[in-house]
């Protein structure tokens, strides 16, 4: 019996070939985007979840307040976090502290010259660490591999680059040419979807040894990673009501004299990725947002497919009447009937689930392109792949097949054989319901995608502040000796700028495009009492700084060789100005402040500019000077002959800085960088809508045959009375126009709210204007009467005579 449900429900698919097709690409198109942005959902969910004591890991954040408001939200904290919450709660069990730290590392036993990288992802470790981790030690033992000074863990990748096939447990690598560490393990390479990748790891009592014990017990001294292993059974939000207490019991009085105050978040070690996104974040970390937009997407697809097999199926369901008449008259049961259609059901699904398959295999890569993610197919490998897929084909074979099955099951056999048989008004409504449901899903994302990308736009195209363009940086040398770096500074900048193809060479501790790395507290005037200061961004400059990166002064004067005091000098923006409590710029000018411990003046004031990308409100900078500044130096160039100019440099900076690696980058890209995410994420957003549309398209063109097929006796009868093949389209098309006017009237403000939230996340954003809103209704619009105009177009042009003959 089943058997020969399955060879009529093929003979059925075969007969009507074009609504076949419609339905399985359709339905294809769906799955196999649903699969797509499931292996990207899976991959970004996953984070950190190789961890075994993954429940009991978290993070702790840092918040500070000046004055009850909040400043700064830390990833990195103060040093004091690990040991005291250790020290004063028994749900601690352990604590790790990790301290970055970067440079360039190097190898000299081996053969054929010393090995030497700069390295990026180097950190300090308490030998609590590994224990407390799942990053699984190849070599050596994880207890004791970091407990001594002057101790380092690699990792395989490391090991490969400096030691080859050699052995690298008891070998030694210096940093900067300076500090020598023995290697006492060796770690697997960290995993692609770990919130925290390093290639080194020092042992903390090494950083202790440098910075003072002090340091362990440290409240203001941020940039420490603390990362917590809780006692099994333990609540951690009920821990986290306690910490206050603790904060106020051992570092209260020393924050209540500067009236800031700070606390801690405990964040869950999986949470990170697609949740965190505070200052000196360890990695570039997800978009939990994006992530459920992609899956609210991926949902739309397959539902705008069901739908379409559904209105196709009770569409068709007159034309089919007959044949369930028939099979009622010679004996069929209902339930027969059911299974014969969901058999159909089945078929197609099982259909569409092999080509969505091969859909996948076809275009994961041009979709690892589209997110900016190197995907695999492992996910073939995994059962919940299986299990995820099998759950969209019983669904889809289900849901999409009961309806239509009940709808012809139901047919009474006398009408239909007598030919009064006629869809239900019910059925009309469903149907129509369901295409203003398509219509709806496609303005909502053809609007989010529009928004998305004039935020870009925007973005973009906004005057910064500050000259970014034609700027080469080059990562200042870690390998120095500090008695004669600064002379070297000053020598290299004028060896550079005696070629006429670099206009300008600056040195500084940070460039546009990333927020400072340099947070200050307890920055206030001489004559204000502590619980006055605040807390800033510095960035240490030379004298050509704000010249070469054309900042504008608005009150006040540059640093100057003319002025020998300068060292103590000062600069504000505007920001800041205003933070120190001052309406004009002018006001602060000579004004004296305390800072780092001794008195400095400010002599100039600088306009605000856009140090970070739109997202980010201007912060209070302060610019000290420091002419030989150790982390970038930005050179002005002419674009024409760019390859011999950066050669140029690199040959001047061998000479200046041997042994150290020549690492630049362009300052346009660097600071577009920041809108990466969001620019992947409105390409990605707005592919997903196009195959949401075409899908919706499939239906209408499939439902708009069907109407033209139905009513061709009365387009020959209107042609034979007169009626012209424009009006004829019209009268067929304007259904489907007052379709999406509804879906449109009932989508646009649900639009209007959902990306105005999104904008709000922006410190300088668009409003969402009425065309935005507009455009996408007239584009639905043109794309469903170009979708139907096919059918409706062929049926006007028709022969009155042939149409009158139909049947």
Same mark, same amino acid.
């Given at each position: ?6 060879t ?16 399985i690409?359709?339905?294809?198109i ?9 292996q990207?959902v ?5 984070y ?22 909040l400043? $700064?939200?830390?990833a990195?904290?103060?040093g ?13 069990e ?6 970055p $730290?970067?440079g ?16 990026e ?6 030998a609590?660490?590994?224990p ?7 070599q ?10 002057? $101790?380092?863990?690699?990792?395989q990748?490391a090991a ?8 690298p ?5 210096s940093v900067n ?11 697997? +390479?960290?995993p ?13 009592s ?12 440290a409240?203001?001294w +941020?940039g420490?990673?603390t990362?917590?292993?809780?006692k099994?059974?333990t609540?951690?939000k009920?821990?986290?009501a306690?910490?206050?207490a603790?904060?106020?019991a051992?570092?209260g009085e ?5 009236d800031?105050?700070?606390d ?9 990725h697609?949740t965190?996104?505070?200052?000196m974040?360890a990695?570039?970390?997800g ?7 992609l899956?609210i ?5 397959i539902l705008?497919a069901w739908?379409n097999y559904i ?6 369901s ?6 369930v ?8 049961q209902?339930t ?7 058999a159909?059901?089945v078929?197609?699904?099982v ?22 993610q190197?995907?695999t197919l492992?996910?073939f ?11 969209i084909?019983?669904i ?7 309806y ?10 006398v009408q ?10 019910n059925?009309?409504m469903?149907r ?9 899903a ?11 990308y ?11 502040g ?17 008695s ?11 060896a550079?700028t ?6 300008a ?14 947070n200050a ?55 800041a100005v205003?933070?120190?409590?001052f309406?004009?710029?002018e ?7 305390f ?22 409100n ?8 420091i ?6 130096f930005?050179?002005?160039v ?7 100019t950066?050669a140029?440099?690199?040959?001047v900076?061998?000479?200046f800085f041997p ?8 300052l +346009?890209?660097?600071?577009?960088k ?10 990605t957003?707005?592919f997903f ?5 075409f899908v919706?398209?499939l239906?209408?063109f ?6 033209a ?14 009626s ?11 259904d489907?126009v007052?379709?999406?006017?509804i ?7 649900l ?15 668009i ?17 469903a ?14 022969d ?7 049947e």
């Open positions: 019996m089943i058997k020969n449900y399955f009529i429900a093929l003979r059925n698919l075969l007969k009507n070939k074009v609504f076949s097709f419609i339905n690409l359709g339905l294809a769906g799955i196999a985007a649903c699969l797509l942005i499931l990207y899976q991959w970004e969910l996953s950190d979840d190789f961890h075994a004591n993954k429940e009991n890991l978290y993070r702790v954040k840092q918040n500070r307040y000046n004055k009850g408001v400043t $700064t939200e830390w990195a904290g103060c004091a976090a690990g040991y005291e919450l250790k020290e004063g709660f028994e749900e601690v352990e604590y790790a502290t990790l301290r $730290t970067g360039v590392v190097i190898y000299k036993e081996a053969t054929g010259g010393p090995v030497r990288h700069k390295e992802k180097m950190y300090f470790a308490t609590s660490f590994l407390m981790f799942s990053f699984d030690l190849l050596g033992d994880e207890a004791t591999a970091l407990e001594k000074p002057y $101790t380092a863990v690699i990792s990748a490969q680059r400096y030691f080859g096939e050699e052995d447990i008891g070998k030694r690598i040419d300076q500090n020598e560490y023995e290697i006492t393990g060796v770690f697997q +390479d960290i692609e979807n770990s919130h925290l990748k390093f290639d080194f790891l020092f042992s903390y090494t950083f202790v040894g440098w910075a003072g014990e002090e340091v362990i017990t409240w203001q +941020d420490f990673y990362y917590l292993k809780l099994d059974g609540d951690p009920a821990l986290e306690k910490i206050p603790l904060i106020e051992k570092a020393e924050l209540a004299a500067y800031s105050d700070m801690f978040y405990l964040q869950p070690l999986t949470d990170i697609l965190s996104n505070y200052m974040e990695e570039v970390n978009d939990q947002e994006a992530v459920y937009a899956l997407i991926a949902i739309f697809i705008i739908v209105n196709l199926s009770t569409a068709k007159v034309d089919r009447a007959k044949e008449g028939i099979r009622k008259v010679m004996g069929s209902r027969q009937l059911i299974r014969q259609f969901m159909e059901s078929l197609l699904n259909l569409a689930v092999i080509i969505a398959i091969v859909l996948v295999l076809v275009s994961y890569r041009y979709f690892s392109s589209l997110i900016g190197e995907l492992s996910l490998l995994t059962a919940s792949f299986w299990w995820f897929l099998l759950g084909f019983v889809g074979a289900f849901f999409s097949g009961i239509p099955a009940f709808v012809l099951s139901a047919f009474r056999p239909v054989l007598k030919g009064k048989m006629s869809t239900s008004k059925g009309v469903l129509k319901t369901l295409v203003v449901l398509q219509f709806a496609s303005v909502f994302l053809i609007a989010g995608t529009l928004i998305v004039q935020q870009i736009m925007y973005m973009q195209d906004q005057e910064l500050v000259a970014i363009d034609q700027t080469l940086v080059i990562e200042a040398p870690s390998v120095v000796d500090d004669v770096y600064a002379d070297r500074v000053e020598s290299f900048k004028a550079l005696r070629n006429s193809s670099i206009k060479a600056t040195a500084s501790t940070a460039v546009p495009g990333n927020k400072p790395g340099w507290g307890g920055i206030k005037l001489i004559a204000q009492d502590d619980s006055e200061s605040n807390q800033y961004r510095v960035i240490g400059i030379d004298y050509d700084f704000l010249d070469a990166f054309q900042l504008e002064i608005v009150e006040g004067r540059n640093f100057s060789r003319d002025f020998g005091t300068d060292e103590s000098a000062v600069l504000f923006n505007e920001s205003k933070l120190l409590g309406d004009e710029a006001a602060a000018l000579n004004e004296e402040i800072f780092w411990g001794d008195t400095f003046k400010i002599v100039g004031v600088v306009k605000d500019y856009h140090q970070e990308s739109l997202k980010a201007f912060d209070p900078l302060i610019f000290r000077l002419p030989a500044s150790r982390s970038f930005s050179l002005k002419e674009t024409a002959h760019l390859p011999e950066i140029t440099a690199n040959q900076w061998d000479n042994g150290n690696p020549f690492s630049y980058f362009f +346009d890209d660097h600071f577009n920041q809108y990466q995410s969001d620019l992947r994420f409105g390409q957003f707005g809508a196009l195959l949401a549309i919706a398209c239906g209408l499939g439902l708009s045959s069907f109407m097929v139905q009513k061709t006796k009365e387009i020959g009868i209107r042609k034979v009375l007169g012209s093949v424009s009006g004829i389209v019209a009268l067929l098309s304007k489907f007052l379709l999406v006017i879906a449109s009237l009932v989508t646009l403000p639009v209007y709210f959902v990306m105005d939230s999104w904008l709000s996340d922006y410190a300088f954003r409003e969402i204007a009425w065309w935005l809103l507009l455009v996408p209704v007239i584009l639905v619009l043109l794309i009467l170009f979708t139907i105009s096919f059918q409706t177009v062929r049926a006007a042009l028709a009155p005579a042939k149409s009158l003959r139909y």
